[in-house]
Nanobody, 117 residues
Framework: QVQLVESGGGLVQAGGSLRLSCAAS????????MGWYRQAPGKQRDLVAI???????KYADDVKGRFTISNDNAKKTVYLQMNALKPEDTAVYYC???????????WGKGTLVTVSS
């Protein structure tokens, strides 16, 4: 059984920074892609950033230049450094992972990020 556990959410003022972490554990033979999605109240869950096992990254347009995704495949962990946070970044941030063979997808339970103005 695979688990994704997020940490690092919280309350921060606009312009501040937070760093999210997500560690995968369980029967993992291969990490294909890991990343972050977010869901604000009343909105759909959207991609924030994703990184594959070659280190290639993809970002949502509204976080480019402010957020940086990185990973440590040996630790099966993905990080999201969030700088210059804005109130509109307030959301529950979910860790995502595509693991093993066969394209199995997993989600964390989410961590709340609140940015005050």
């Amino acid at each position: 059984q695979v688990q994704l556990v997020e940490s690092g959410g919280g309350l921060v003022q606009a312009g501040g920074s937070l760093r999210l972490s997500c560690a995968a554990s369980g029967r993992i033979f291969r990490v294909n892609t890991m990343g972050w999605y977010r869901q604000a109240p009343g909105k759909q869950r959207d991609l924030v950033a994703i990184i594959d096992n070659d280190g290639d990254t993809k970002y949502a347009d509204d976080v480019k230049g402010r957020f940086t995704i990185s990973n440590d495949n040996a630790k099966k962990t993905v990080y999201l450094q969030m700088n210059a946070l804005k109130p509109e970044d307030t959301a529950v941030y979910y860790c995502y992972a595509d693991l093993n063979y066969g394209g199995l997808e997993y989600w964390g339970k989410g961590t709340l990020v609140t940015v005050s103005s």
